[in-house]
C-alpha cells in the first residue's frame, strides 16, 4: 500500500485491537490505517487545525467547522505541539531582537509574559518561553541567542537583559527593535487568544505553549 504522506510503498506493520490491518512507511516514518472510522484521525485533520489556528480561529469555532468536538481539537492540538521540537539552529554572528509580551491566562486573568527572540532578517523564532517576568526565564532565552555568537542583541530598557547580555553585543535603542514589536502585533493579530481587551484568553499555560509551538515551528501534517 502507498503511504498517504510520501506516496512510496508502505509495509504491514500490526492490527489494531480492532481487527483493523497497520501500516508503517520506512521512508517518513508515518504508521496509519488503510481506512479510519473515526473521522478526526483522517490525514487532512491536523493540517486544517493549524491553518484555522493561524488565521485566528478559536477552540469553538474550529470544532464547528471540521465538525469535530472540542475536547478532540485540544487534544490534538496538545499531541501535535508535543510532537514538535525546537529546530536546530546552524547560523552564527546575526543579528536578533528579544522582547517580552504581555498576556494573561486562566478565568482568573493572571499576568503572564511570552519572553522570545527573532533573528532580524530571516524573522525565524529562536526561542520563546511562557511564564513570568522573571531573570530565570529571560535567563534561558538570552542564553539560546548568546549560543549563536551574535554581532547584536537588541531589546527594550529592562535592567535584566543587561546583566546577562555582554556590553558590547548589546543595544538598547527603541529604534532597533521595531521588527519584533511588528511582530508582536502580528501575534495578536493572528492568534484570537492573544487579542487585547477581549474575552478570548487561554485557560492554561500548557495550552497557550502548545499553540504558540505550532504557530512558530509546527509541520501541519
Same mark, same amino acid.
Given at each position: 500500500m502507498k503511504c498517504t504522506q510520501c506516496k512510496k510503498l508502505a509495509i504491514k506493520n500490526g492490527?489494531?485491537?480492532n481487527g483493523k490491518q497497520r501500516y508503517y512507511c520506512k521512508y517518513c516514518k508515518t504508521s496509519f490505517q488503510s481506512r479510519y472510522v473515526y473521522n478526526a484521525y483522517q490525514i487532512n485533520v491536523n493540517k486544517s487545525i493549524c491553518q484555522y489556528?493561524?488565521?485566528g480561529v478559536g477552540i469553538r469555532a474550529t470544532s464547528r467547522l471540521l465538525n469535530k468536538s472540542k475536547t478532540t481539537v485540544i487534544r490534538k492540538i496538545k499531541l501535535m505541539a508535543s510532537k514538535t521540537n525546537i529546530p536546530i539552529i546552524n547560523e552564527k554572528h546575526q543579528y536578533y531582537e528579544l522582547d517580552e509580551m504581555r498576556v494573561v491566562v486562566g478565568y482568573k486573568r493572571k499576568e503572564a509574559w511570552i519572553t522570545y527572540a527573532i533573528n532580524r532578517h530571516t524573522k525565524k523564532i529562536i526561542n520563546f518561553i511562557v511564564g513570568r517576568r522573571t531573570k530565570r526565564n529571560i535567563a534561558i532565552i538570552t542564553r539560546s541567542v548568546l549560543q549563536l555568537n551574535p554581532k547584536m542583541l537588541f531589546t527594550d530598557r529592562l535592567p535584566t537583559? #543587561?546583566?546577562l547580555i555582554?556590553? #558590547?553585543q548589546h543595544d538598547t535603542r527603541k529604534k532597533n527593535t521595531t521588527t519584533i514589536e511588528r511582530h508582536n502585533l502580528t501575534l495578536r493579530t493572528h492568534l484570537k487568544r492573544l487579542t487585547r481587551k477581549t474575552i478570548c484568553f487561554?485557560?492554561?499555560?500548557?495550552?497557550l505553549e502548545a499553540v504558540l509551538k505550532l504557530y512558530f515551528w509546527g509541520i501541519f501534517t
Open positions: 492490527k489494531q485491537a489556528l493561524k488565521e537583559y #543587561k546583566k555582554p556590553r #558590547k487561554s485557560k492554561t499555560f500548557e495550552m
